[in-house]
């Protein structure tokens, strides 16, 4: 994808969703990293479903912590992997509480040390909760940068870097929503909406 159809591709994006969000609910920084951390290999909208009933009644570290483990997983249920996620959430809020006062740590270095958060989990909080021109290469991402052409790589990271490199800096901030939301809805895995799609102009998809 040539550098002005990249211009058009995400203009198009932002002028349909000029400002967009994330699917997951929260109300807090807390709230925010821990349905991060559990929508990994889950739906939003199962992580959602948990945390509806979760957040009401543990929404800081240590009332997530009183709960324990057993008490955790009741509410998570829904989410698959939700034993081991119980486990990192758990551990992830002694940290906090014991390494940062209770608050969500603003680096990347800091995120990513906490169990259960790697790099896409802190792109995200980074972005979404701090306003940083991160790029969290999902499923969803990572296959429409390879086929649209718009940054093809052959791992996330390599993704990542090419995106950064190649989105305009004016669309950094909410390109990781125009992205992720236009491969979920659009851009589909097996068959995507070639004949609904907004940017289809910009696109190197040949099988369209």
Not at 11 to 37: D, G
Not at 87 to 97: A, D, E, Y
Not at 111 to 118: E, M, S, Y
Request: one cysteine or more; hydrophobic letters at 40%; glycine letters at 6%.
């Amino acid at each position: 994808m040539q550098p002005s159809a990249i211009e058009g591709f995400f203009a198009t994006l932002k002028a349909a969703n000029p400002t967009p969000v994330t699917e997951l609910e929260y109300t807090s920084v807390f709230e925010l990293l821990s349905a991060v951390l559990l929508s990994a290999q889950a739906t939003d909208v199962s992580v959602n479903k948990a945390t509806r009933r979760l957040f009401p009644v543990a929404n800081t570290p240590q009332a997530m912590l009183h709960l324990g483990q057993t008490g955790l997983e009741d509410y998570l249920r829904t989410i698959g992997l939700f034993r081991s996620k119980a486990k990192h959430l758990l551990q992830t809020c002694q940290m906090l509480i014991e390494q940062h006062g209770g608050v969500v740590p603003r680096t990347r270095e800091a995120l990513q040390a906490l169990p259960g958060v790697g790099r896409k989990t802190a792109n995200v909080v980074l972005n979404v909760a701090f306003g940083e021109a991160t790029m969290a290469v999902d499923t969803h991402i990572f296959r429409l940068a390879n086929r649209t052409a718009l940054a093809p790589g052959k791992t996330p990271h390599e993704v990542e870097l090419k995106l950064l490199e190649r989105i305009p800096a004016a669309y950094l901030v909410d390109a990781h929503h125009w992205l992720i939301l236009h491969g979920r809805y659009v851009c589909r895995a097996r068959k995507p909406l070639c004949w609904k799609c907004g940017v289809r102009q910009y696109c190197d998809f040949k099988d369209r």
